[in-house]
Structures are given as C-alpha cells and as structure tokens.
C-alpha cells in the first residue's frame, strides 16, 4: 500500500458489530468478562487497551511503517515512556538542538535519577562515536530540530548505533511526518511524535506516539506505559486517527506554502538568516534532499538584520492572520518566539550557545492561502 492509502486505511477495519466505518469513540474504562481473569477480545482494562485507541495505533505503526504503535496522552509522555527504560549510570547521546520540553526532562528530571546525558551536533559524527562507550543505552535525535532546523543523517548514525546491541536509536519525527521522512525504514529503533502537530493536525488535542519494528521492543514500551499509565484517552485517539486521514494533503501544502513563505524572507531587507531546509544554502540541504522524500515542511525559522529582541517582540504583535501562540503543524498558521516561550526553559548561556538567539522567530506555516500569509508578514515586518 502506498502512503496516501496508508493514511487513511493503513491498520483499520470497519467496526465489527456495525459496519461503522469510522471506530465508535469507545467511552468505557472497563470490559465485561465472562469468566474470571478471562478478558473478551483482549480488552479488560482501558489503561491496558481500548479499542479506539488501538485503531490509532495501529495506524500509527502503518504510516511509520511500523509493527507497534503506542498512543500517549502527550509527545512528552511517549518521550518519558522510552527514558522510563534507563537506570542511573546509563548514558544517554542527544542531539544539541532539541524541544525546550524534552531537554528540561532529560536534564532536570532523569539527570536527577544518576543518568547521564551529552548533547552533541550529530553531524560531527566523530564527536558522536567518541561519545559512545558501554554504558550508552540510547540516541536521541529530533530533525529537523526545534527550533534551528538543523538535520541529522539518520542512516549514517543508524549504521553506527546498530554495531552496538545495548544502544536504542530514536528519532522524534514530529517536525517532518511520516509522509516526509520514515526513520525505521533508515534505521532507527523507535520513532517518537508529538501527535499534538502534524498528525492530529488542528491544534484540537495532545497526544504523543511510539513506533517501533522490533516486537519485543514493542513489548517492553507497551509494558512501561501500562505500568505507568500515560495513555491516550478514547476521544482524543479518535480526533488523533482522524487526523492522519489527511495527513498527505495537509503535509503537501504545508511543504508548499513553507517553501513560499522561506522565498520571501530570504529576500525581505529586514531579514538576516533564514532557516528552512529546502533552501539550497540551508547548512544541511544534501541531507534534507536524501531523506526528506516529497518536500521539506511547514516550518520556517528567521533572523532580524538588526538582531534586536524588540523587533522580533513588535513583528510578532503585529500579525494578523499568523496567531502569537506556542505549538505547530495544525492547519491555522502560528508564529512563536523561542526563547521567551517554547525553548525558555533552556538556560540563557546553552540557548546562546547553539543559537537560539533573542531575535529568533519560528513559523509554523499553515495551509491557508499563501498569499494572505505573505501579506501578513510583509505587513508585520513593515
Ligand atoms: O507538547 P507535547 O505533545 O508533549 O510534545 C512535546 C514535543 C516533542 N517534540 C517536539 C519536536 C515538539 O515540538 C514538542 C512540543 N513542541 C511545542 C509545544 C512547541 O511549540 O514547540
């Protein structure tokens, strides 16, 4: 099946008892059982399982061409659910640029539980395989990266993670969606999203998701989130499921106006630095090209001439169809500020360090009409 197809039948089946094409929301937390410890269908507990949530998941695992998919009640519970895994004096590898949440949980939360963390640009792969020694457990890599968008070659850090059996290689691929970018099929052992974005597509929910191909492994996350809890309620696994439906459509026009409006800034005299990685002078266009199959997203990040906060601050007021708001990959069209919202949680000298500066705008460009959304920027820029 092609991915198009995937989206919207990949894992589904029209619902037994009624044909219903789309699964019923099933609202219950409990399954009646004819003998004792013998659960009917599998179901017996919605922590453990709920019918609407396994129709997600089983969506999830076609589109990422998976075997398991796991639905969270947040992208940060899905990330929480992998680092569960670890015990103090493992050693984690993480990219250098990642979402301001996950780097407050990796360092403010299990660095407190005696594990061990480098942040490294995964593009100096030699500065990567340094790193790694017998306590390595796992990689974690966003590309492209919130908010710099910078990349990273998930083949050539697979072909390095795979001569270590102890290491787990994830990729949170919430930035480029599946229909973009398949990390499993490059390599990597789990792929986590933030299905709040791209997939669940409408800025109505938060979700998170696990993808993997080993079944074990498949086992053991599904162990960790029963066990502790963090699961995807029904509704919130139906809208997430319908999402996906047009995901293809969505990420299309996403890509197109993202390419349009990255054009217009790289012209805009008021514009220093754009970053976009379709552009041909984007530090990491070749490998954008290579594993970025069909275009490269909705998301642009740019620079002031004048480097000045205020002027990032005054652009942002003055938007009328972009929303000032923190989140990304619905279809309405939002601009944020990284460093007094998403990423604030990083401190101040590490957000300088790898370039989140104080005049950084980040877009996540919508799929209205390109055109109006022009006219906003050119009119906020003014
Ligand atoms: O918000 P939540 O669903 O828990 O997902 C966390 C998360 C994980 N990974 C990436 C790449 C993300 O962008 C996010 C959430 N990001 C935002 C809310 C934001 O505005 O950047």
């Known amino acids: 099946m092609k991915f198009n197809t995937k989206a919207i039948h990949g894992g589904q089946h029209h619902d037994p008892s009624t044909g219903a094409v789309m699964p019923p929301v099933y609202q219950t937390s409990t399954y009646a059982q004819h003998n004792p410890g013998e659960p009917n269908n599998g179901y017996e507990y919605s922590r453990a399982a709920n019918p609407t949530r396994t129709a997600l998941e089983n969506a999830l695992a076609s589109i990422e061409n998976g075997t398991r998919g796991l639905a969270f009640s947040s992208g940060l519970a899905a990330t929480d659910c992998v680092l569960r895994g670890l015990k103090a004096g493992d050693e984690v590898i993480a990219m250098d640029d990642l979402y301001g949440g996950t780097y407050r949980m990796f360092t403010r939360i299990y660095k407190n539980s005696g594990i061990v963390f480098h942040f490294v640009d995964m593009n100096d792969l030699e500065k990567f395989q340094s790193l790694i020694n017998e306590n390595t457990r796992l990689v974690w890599v966003e590309t492209p990266t919130n908010p710099l968008m910078k990349l990273a070659d998930i083949e050539a850090i697979a072909t390095i993670t795979k001569k270590h059996p102890n290491i787990l290689f994830a990729v949170d691929n919430t930035f480029a969606t599946p229909y973009l970018q398949k990390p499993l099929d490059l390599g990597a052992d789990i792929v986590m999203h933030s299905a709040t974005k791209y997939l669940g597509g409408h800025s109505d ?31 919130d696994s139906f809208l997430v499921l319908r999402g996906i439906k047009t995901l293809h459509l969505r990420v299309q026009r996403h890509c197109e106006n993202g390419a349009k ?122």
């Open 205 to 235: 929910v938060i979700a998170g998701a696990l993808i993997v191909k080993d079944e074990e492994l498949g086992n053991q996350l599904h162990f960790q989130q029963f066990a502790t809890g963090a699961t995807l309620g029904p509704q």
């Open 261 to 382: 409006v990255a054009d217009y800034l790289v012209n805009h005299p008021k514009v220093e630095r754009v970053y976009y990685p379709g552009l041909e002078n984007h530090p990491f266009h070749e490998i954008a090209k290579k594993q970025m199959i069909g275009g490269f997203g909705g998301m642009v990040t740019f620079t002031f001439k004048s480097g000045l906060k205020q002027d990032s601050i005054d652009f942002l007021k003055k938007l009328k169809v972009f929303t000032l708001a923190e989140s990304l990959g619905g279809v309405e069209s939002l601009a944020n500020h990284p460093a007094l919202m998403t990423h604030a949680s990083i401190p101040e000298d590490k957000r300088k360090e790898i370039g989140i500066t104080d005049d950084l705008v980040r877009l996540s460009v919508g799929v209205e009409d390109v055109d109006d959304l022009i006219e906003d920027l050119k009119q906020a820029l003014a």
